[in-house]
């Protein structure tokens, strides 16, 4: 069985929430594939990834950071999940790898409308990052949760394309 060394992942920027990052092999680069001020958007989206990785063949590293007790925190998961088979095994396996710690921060979201808020902010949040704006005050998170109080999901993923390309220039 082949081996693979990857670099461990560098600590994300910003205030402490919670960032999954995805190991590009190709490029030997870690890339952040969705961060949430709550855990479960963040493990759904890795369900998901690692569903999609392994359906290709590919490899599945990722590493998991999030809010412990005001700092960033380091949840390795990528030994956890390599062998999972399908979605709900991958979810549950960073569940299982990734205890909760009782000052993480908010609640997670418990509804379906809470979950879709919880993807809307992660879409804003993902193009904020990409644009380049990592430090974010309070008053931006608010701006962040107004948006995504208004806006429905095609637009806000429209609002994250656009500062995608901002971010590109």
């Given at each position: 069985?082949?081996?693979?060394?990857?670099?461990?992942?560098?600590?994300?920027?910003?205030?402490?929430?919670?960032?999954?990052?995805?190991?590009?092999?190709?490029?030997?680069?870690?890339?952040?594939?969705?961060?949430?001020?709550?855990?479960?958007?963040?493990?759904?989206?890795?369900?998901?990834?690692?569903?999609?990785?392994?359906?290709?063949?590919?490899?599945f590293a990722v590493s998991l950071w999030g809010p412990?007790?005001?700092?960033?925190?380091?949840?390795?998961?990528?030994?956890?999940?390599?062998?999972?088979?399908?979605?709900?095994?991958?979810?549950?396996?960073?569940?299982a790898a990734t205890p909760e710690p009782p000052s993480?921060?908010?609640?997670?979201?418990?509804?379906?409308?809470?979950?879709?808020?919880?993807?809307?902010?992660?879409?804003?949040?993902?193009?904020?990052?990409?644009?380049?704006?990592?430090?974010?005050a309070p008053d931006d998170y608010a701006a962040v949760?107004?948006?995504?109080?208004?806006?429905?999901?095609?637009?806000?993923?429209?609002?994250?394309?656009?500062?995608?390309?901002?971010?590109?220039?």
């Amino acid at each position: 069985m082949e081996t693979t060394t990857r670099p461990p992942s560098p600590q994300p920027t910003g205030a402490p929430r919670w960032v999954a990052l995805f190991h590009r092999p190709s490029s030997a680069s870690w890339q952040v594939c969705a961060e949430s001020p709550y855990r479960a958007p963040v493990q759904y989206a890795l369900g998901e990834m690692a569903h999609t990785v392994r359906a290709r063949g590919g490899d599945f590293a990722v590493s998991l950071w999030g809010p412990k007790d005001g700092a960033w925190q380091r949840f390795d998961v990528s030994t956890a999940t390599a062998n999972a088979a399908n979605t709900t095994d991958a979810a549950n396996a960073v569940n299982a790898a990734t205890p909760e710690p009782p000052s993480a921060g908010p609640e997670e979201p418990r509804t379906l409308t809470e979950r879709m808020s919880g993807r809307r902010q992660q879409v804003l949040m993902a193009g904020l990052g990409k644009a380049g704006l990592h430090d974010l005050a309070p008053d931006d998170y608010a701006a962040v949760q107004a948006l995504v109080e208004q806006l429905d999901e095609t637009t806000v993923r429209k609002v994250a394309q656009w500062l995608t390309a901002a971010g590109g220039q």
